[in-house]
């Protein structure tokens, strides 16, 4: 069965750097896509970078140039690469995955989720 546990995540200060990893069991990634979203408080859950089965990435306008997401090889781990880090990225960040295709833009659409890391930034 398919699982998603994220990792990486931690306090950190303003302008500082993180890695996030999203380990991927149970599932092999030829179709659909991936992402990581957050979710402060108070807020509601929003995508912060895709990555589509055929290498194709997109990022939300406010972590574009600051984030990068990329994957393994093997396509088993999926990582988000987060430099320049600001108080308002403070937020849970989940790893997802949606299995069929189509897009991935809304949290909505998205198959299976990971439990969530914190990332604070001060």
């Known amino acids: 069965h398919v699982q998603l546990v994220e990792s990486g995540g931690g306090s950190v200060q303003a302008g500082g750097s993180l890695r996030l990893s999203c380990a991927v069991s149970?599932?092999?990634?030829?179709?659909?896509?991936m992402g990581w979203f957050r979710q402060a408080p108070g807020k509601e859950r929003e995508g912060v970078a895709r990555?589509?089965?055929?290498?194709?990435?997109f990022y939300a306008d406010s972590v574009k140039d600051r984030f990068t997401i990329s994957q393994d090889n093997a396509k088993s781990t999926l990582y988000l690469q987060m430099n320049s880090l600001k108080p308002e990225d403070t937020a849970m960040y989940y790893c997802a995955l949606r299995i069929a295709g189509g897009s991935c833009r809304s949290s909505n659409s998205m198959t299976y989720w990971g439990n969530g890391t914190q990332v604070t930034v001060s």
């Open positions: 990555v589509y089965s055929d290498g194709v990435t």
């Open positions: 149970g599932f092999t990634f030829r179709s659909g896509c």
